[in-house]
């Protein structure tokens, strides 16, 4: 079975800076998406960056960036130039390609200090 | 494209009634998700949908929860009789054929008493 762990419970970031959170999986598939999602205080879930298992090329979406190392099933996240609109728990998941079945970290509260 | 869509937003019930939760998925996504948010267990599947028919309710707690979806665009979640550990946020997702992203309403937060 899958597993998806989050290390950190909790984050601060300082506006502006940049700040990495964690994120390793266990699988014995080979192909295989991760995401981050973001879940503000409004709760609503919010894609954030998506990275297919079989790209090599760490997926990038504006200010966001992951450091996806195959070998040893990890993903982080990077938020550079943080703002305080990012304060909100980060999930991590994983999907076996052809289950659509989404597994999740138990997240990362990121506070963003001003 | 409105996203998806649940109601209600908020519910609070009595210990015993029944609870019905709505969801519609976006227009043309043939997949529907029920997820479950606590504290404790955090995010947890219940139940999924392809083209209306359920795939994989695994993750549904107990005999009192149900879950249909009569059509494409309505999936309803129904827990009867209701009980205070049932209190949670409750998400509906869903996603399209050639898609891998789930796109998630905005929940409906249960507080049985």
């Known amino acids: 079975a899958q597993t998806v762990t989050q290390s950190q419970p909790e984050m601060s970031v300082q506006e502006a800076e940049t700040v990495t959170l964690s994120c390793t999986y266990d699988t014995s598939e080979n192909n295989y998406y991760l995401f981050w999602y973001k879940q503000p205080p409004s709760r609503q879930m919010i894609l954030v960056i998506r990275?297919?298992?079989?790209?090599?090329q760490n997926a990038t979406e504006n200010r966001f960036s992951v450091n996806f190392q195959k070998a040893a099933k990890s993903f982080s996240l990077k938020i550079s130039d943080s703002q305080l609109g990012d304060t909100a728990m980060y999930f991590c998941a994983f999907m076996k390609m052809g289950t659509d079945k989404l597994i999740f970290g138990t997240g990362t509260r990121l506070q963003v200090f001003p | 494209d409105a996203g998806v869509i649940q109601s209600p937003r908020h519910e609070v019930t009595e210990m015993g009634q029944e609870v019905t939760l709505r969801c519609k998925p976006i227009?043309?996504?043939?997949?529907l998700f029920w997820y479950r948010q606590t504290m404790m267990r955090g995010l947890e599947l219940l139940i999924y949908?392809?083209?209306?028919?359920?795939?994989?309710d695994s993750g549904m707690p107990e005999d009192r929860f149900s879950a249909k979806m009569p059509n494409a665009s309505f999936s309803t979640l129904k827990i009867q009789p209701s009980e205070p550990r049932d209190s949670a946020v409750y998400f509906c997702a869903s996603i399209g054929v050639w898609g891998a992203e789930q796109y998630f309403g905005p929940g409906t937060r249960l507080t049985v008493t």
């Open positions: 949908f392809n083209n209306n028919v359920p795939i994989d």
């Open positions: 227009s043309g996504h043939d997949y």
């Open positions: 990275q297919e298992a079989y790209k090599q």
